[in-house]
């Protein structure tokens, strides 16, 4: 594609693969596996603050640079159902006084799968009258067509009409896996692009022996796809919400080589050192000396694995590293590099639009 035919879109990936392309040359990775998105309608979650202007209601974002306001009446970004709910939820609430009343924020959570949860936040008490209001404004909703579940919250308060999360139906080769999607929790916004990333994790860890652990596993959105890939999988979170949709996604996709356990990556290391007991390992029946770890799966905050944990894994034969910031990335490899070699490499563009980059590395003992 020459230069004058290239969207904006295009320009912008473009600008990743050089900007990946550079940064890690040093560490010789082989060539970068590129995974496009949509430019439009792939985020499956949006969050909005409200303006109240006079009679008028509205959603607000902030620009980045400037930090000042404007008005939000279409997120071409988010999924359409979001962009359906939109317009319909604000011309409701904005005339609704039970409703608007000290509102501040709205958060959609939606799926491919046709499911929505709207979270209304609130600088008050939620009371009965609210709730009322609320199921008034659901039942409404629902009439017109719009699959949608609500929840209210405000300070030390969460008060949900049916449920606090929805269900996601993701396909990975000819598996459709079942993920609980928790209100509140961590999950891949960009439902689409997470199917690739499922797709390559699991290709890259096709023919495993031995166990497989994961550190920071959210709700088991990679773990429960890469279970059929190894004898057994060790799953570990801090999120006490994660890990109960993770328990609850490992039963409802019947996978039964995989537990999960409360535990960060710090405890986690610990624990392999055998430094300190975890009667969390011991409740849930877990003694890691009869598992057999050869490959370990990180996807780790913005801040990337702390140097313990990055020495900890070094003694995994194969590491799957799902990174959200090139840059501790690029750190967490150069540790990593004397011992393991980059054998793939990857850039996900779960935010088109943006400068934000996602990547995953597989590396292998050298």
């Known amino acids: 594609m020459n230069e004058s035919s290239q969207t904006p879109e295009d320009a912008q990936l473009a600008n990743k693969v050089a900007r990946l392309g550079e940064q890690f040359r040093p560490l010789e990775p082989p060539p970068l596996e590129v995974f496009p998105s949509p430019a439009t ?10 303006w109240h202007d006079g009679d008028d209601l509205y959603y607000i974002m902030f620009d980045r640079g400037t930090k000042e306001h404007y008005r939000v009446d279409a ?43 709207i979270t209304l936040l609130y600088h008050r008490k939620l009371d009965e009258a609210w709730m009322t209001a609320a199921s008034a404004l659901r039942t409404t909703l629902r009439a017109e067509g719009l699959p949608v579940d609500l929840l209210g919250r405000a300070r030390k308060t969460k008060l949900a009409m049916e449920r606090d999360y929805v269900v996601e139906q993701l396909q990975v080769g000819e598996r459709s896996l079942t993920y609980m999607q928790v209100e509140n929790s961590f999950t891949q916004p960009n439902a689409r692009m997470a199917q690739h ?8 860890t096709r023919d495993s022996t031995g166990d ?78 009869t598992y057999d ?35 501790t990335l690029r750190q967490n490899l150069e540790q990593l590099h004397s011992t393991h070699q980059v054998m793939r490499f990857a850039l996900f563009d779960q935010f088109p639009n943006t400068t934000h980059i996602e990547s995953g590395v597989l590396l292998q003992r050298r």
């Open 41 to 50: 309608h792939h985020r499956m979650r949006a969050e909005f603050r409200v």
């Open 75 to 117: 997120f071409p970004s988010a999924s359409r159902l979001i962009n359906a709910a939109m317009p319909a939820l604000m011309d409701r609430v904005r005339v609704d006084q039970e409703l608007r009343r000290r509102l501040f924020q709205v958060d959609f959570l939606s799926t491919l799968s046709g499911e929505l949860l």
């Open 197 to 204: 990333m499922l797709a390559w994790t699991v290709d890259c």
């Open 212 to 289: 497989l652990l994961e550190l920071y596993c959210g709700n088991g959105h990679f773990s429960i796809a890469l279970a059929p890939n190894f004898r057994r999988v060790l799953a570990t979170e801090l999120s006490k919400g994660s890990v109960r949709a993770a328990h609850h996604n490992i039963a409802a996709n019947g996978v039964d080589n995989m537990k999960i356990v409360r535990l960060s990556a710090a405890e986690v290391t610990e624990a392999i050192r055998g430094t300190r007991p975890f009667r969390r390992l011991r409740h849930a029946n877990v003694n890691l000396e």
């Open 293 to 327: 770890f050869g490959t370990v799966l990180v996807d780790p905050p913005r801040a990337g694995m702390d140097e313990d944990t990055c020495e900890m894994v070094r003694q995994f034969d194969r590491i799957v590293y799902i990174s959200c910031n090139p840059d």
